[in-house]
């Protein structure tokens, strides 16, 4: 095992469209955790009570579904959006480099060195690699051309 950070060899430079292309995946990925499908079938399970105690019980389930259905996957595009506007604007350079053991990473907020074994898996989706944090199980989310199926496969796959 090395120690030593591998060099960053990769560049990628954020154009504008970046955070809503960045904040899509991210929406996207949210629809295939379980919670927008549990709140679903609360719904239909409200929906089967409101039928049976009338219409007074329906903005219980239109309020269910909405913020199941809809409100969860639209809030997650608005805020990565608006953090991905932030982190980074247009014209900023994202670098990353693989070695035997670690990944580095670079951007304008943050610089890191990740052991690949931090990761409980890591897919494509689109133009981008999704990676898990194996700690908070969070996603990190790189530009797709930086990671080539080679490096992809140095992750845990899951």
């Known amino acids: 095992m090395t120690d030593s950070p591998p060099p960053l060899t990769g560049e990628y430079v954020v154009d504008e469209q970046y ?10 990925q949210s629809l295939r955790t ?25 903005w219980v389930v239109a309020a269910i579904a909405l913020l199941s259905g809809v409100l969860l996957p639209l809030m997650t595009y608005v805020l990565i959006r608006q953090i991905g506007r932030r982190q980074f604007p247009p014209g900023s ?10 990944v580095s990473t670079q951007s304008p907020m943050e610089s890191s060195t990740t052991a690949y074994a931090m990761f409980s898996g890591a897919k494509r989706r689109g ?19 930086l ?10 796959q899951g």
């Open 34 to 58: 379980p919670w927008p499908w549990i709140g679903i079938a609360t719904a239909v399970l409200a929906a089967g009570l409101a039928v049976r105690g009338g219409p007074e019980f329906l």
């Open 127 to 145: 133009d981008f690699v999704l990676l898990r944090l194996r700690a908070n199980k969070a996603w990190a989310v790189l530009p797709g051309e």
């Open 93 to 102: 350079v994202l670098r990353i480099g693989f070695g035997e053991d670690f």
């Open 147 to 156: 990671v080539s199926d080679e490096d992809l496969a140095r992750f845990p």
């Open 19 to 28: 955070p809503g292309r960045i904040a899509a995946v991210t929406a996207g």
